[in-house]
């Protein structure tokens, strides 16, 4: 077991008020605030080592009513050869004016949490906002390692699926934000922008530029 594995039966042990639902996974404000403290344990702490990459992405980016029920999948792409996600800690923004989150299923590439090999929760109650956790308890030298369990480097695999109900009409977009990963020995992994968000980025930065340079020469 790796670090964040044994921290987290270490926490387990100790005397929680912890009501899991069927499939382990854990909706009570307790219960995220115990795997937040995993996952910020073994990531935050280490951010300063990070050695790898993952993308992570949102399908669709955007839904309109009808229909009256849209399910977003957040899905991963480890981009170091050898890494695995071990944990992650994330938002999904929405517009509440539009949309009410109803359900979440987890991925299996952290484990299967009816194992008892993963440890899931989430949390509804910041409108807008669908918090999702999620810390494997599988470490590197298990028969199955995250290396065997999840795709190669450049493919694609979910990380958790979130369906939501249509409150209102219109439109309304979906965005990760707010996300932490650690790999399979805890350690921390960089988050890096979607090809979409690098271009907006890209444009955002090119109006920048040319707005001040539009100033300085209207000042000469």
């Known amino acids: 077991m790796h670090q964040g594995a044994v921290r987290a039966l270490n926490m387990l042990s100790r005397p929680v008020d912890i009501q899991p639902t069927p499939g382990r996974t854990m909706s009570l404000r307790a219960d995220r605030h115990l795997l937040r403290s995993l996952i910020g344990a073994a990531g935050v702490a280490m951010a300063a080592f990070a050695h790898a990459d993952a993308t992570l992405y949102v399908s669709p980016a955007f839904a309109v009513t009808p229909p009256s029920t849209t399910v977003v999948n957040i899905s991963a792409v480890n981009r170091a050869a050898g890494s ?51 810390v494997s308890l599988l470490g590197p030298f298990d028969p199955l390692p995250l290396t065997s369990i999840q795709p190669g480097v450049g493919s694609p695999f979910s990380l958790a ?55 300085s020469r209207l000042h000469r």
């Open 84 to 134: 695995a996600i071990g944990s992650f800690d994330l938002g999904l923004a929405y517009n509440a004016s539009v949309w009410a989150p109803a359900s979440v299923s987890f991925g299996p590439f952290l484990g299967d949490a009816a194992a008892f090999e993963a440890l899931t929760a989430f949390d509804f109650s910041t409108p807008g906002i669908v918090k999702l956790l999620e």
């Open 161 to 215: 699926s979130v369906t939501f109900d249509a409150i209102g009409s219109g439109g309304g977009a979906f965005s990760i934000v707010g996300a932490q990963l650690t790999d399979q020995f805890g350690v921390a992994i960089n988050v890096v922008p979607e090809p979409g968000t690098l271009a907006l980025l890209a444009l955002g930065m090119i109006g920048l530029t040319s707005s001040r340079l539009r100033r």
